[in-house]
């Protein structure tokens, strides 16, 4: 079965520390598709991130960094320099079997709280 | 310049009335998507649409009908609402510009109590 767990519930720092956020996924595909999403607190949904199941390279944009670990079915998001504009709720989604990108299988979340 | 409206923001029924979440897209994405989110289960994909007049199920289906008769628009109905279904709403449309750049696009969501 398909599944994604982000273990950490809250996370809590301070501005400017650095701060990573654990996905662990499940799939039985060998073929498929990782995503993160940002839920600031106004509610909206942000596309942060695809990553192909093929492309194991470590990706970095800005202050987000993002390690794709096949070996430990890990796909983990590492913000840089935490500012208080990173506060927010943050999935790890997988795409369903057959790899329609948009039935996702999202984890619980993990709400990062960026303290000034 | 919208791309996704879902109406209304908030709502509140009442258990056993048929509630209407509507989801309108300006893009003519050809798939659309309704997921819910409850605390301890991110998001749960409820019914998606691939075209006009094409629906399937999703994870969490039961009590929920969707129908599409235009591109534009993906309506959900609970016909008979239940306290279970009190949630935050979300539809979304699929941006398909090929296989290894497919991107979900949500809306802002609707916030449905049933007491």
């Known amino acids: 079965a398909q599944k994604v767990t982000q273990a950490q519930t809250e996370i809590s720092v301070v501005e400017k520390e650095d701060v990573t956020l654990d996905c662990v996924y499940e799939t039985r595909d060998t073929t498929y598709y990782l995503f993160w999403y940002k839920q600031p607190p106004s509610g909206e949904l942000v596309f942060l991130i695809r990553r192909n199941s093929f492309d194991e390279q470590n990706e970095i944009s800005g202050r987000y960094s993002w390690n794709f670990q096949k070996s430990t079915s890990s796909f983990n998001f590492t913000i840089t320099a935490s500012q208080v504009v990173d506060s927010a709720v943050y999935f790890c989604?997988?795409?369903?079997?057959?790899?329609?990108?948009?039935?996702?299988?999202f984890g619980q979340g993990t709400e990062l709280s960026v303290k000034p | 310049d919208a791309g996704i409206t879902q109406s209304p923001r908030y709502k509140i029924t009442e258990t056993g009335r048929q509630v209407t979440l509507m989801c309108h897209q300006t893009?003519?994405?050809?798939?659309m998507f309704w997921y819910r989110q409850d605390l301890g289960h991110g998001l749960r994909l409820i019914y998606y649409s691939a075209a006009a007049d094409i629906t399937d199920k999703g994870e969490v289906p039961d009590g929920y009908v969707v129908s599409r008769s235009k591109t534009e628009n993906f309506p959900l109905t609970l016909e008979s609402a239940t306290r279970s279904q009190t949630s935050v709403y979300f539809c979304?449309?699929?941006?398909?510009?090929?296989?290894?750049?497919?991107?979900?696009?949500f809306g802002s969501g609707t916030q449905l109590s049933v007491l």
């Open positions: 893009w003519s994405h050809s798939y």
């Open positions: 979304a449309t699929l941006q398909e510009t090929g296989m290894a750049n497919e991107k979900l696009f």
């Open positions: 989604a997988l795409s369903e079997p057959g790899g329609l990108g948009g039935k996702l299988i």
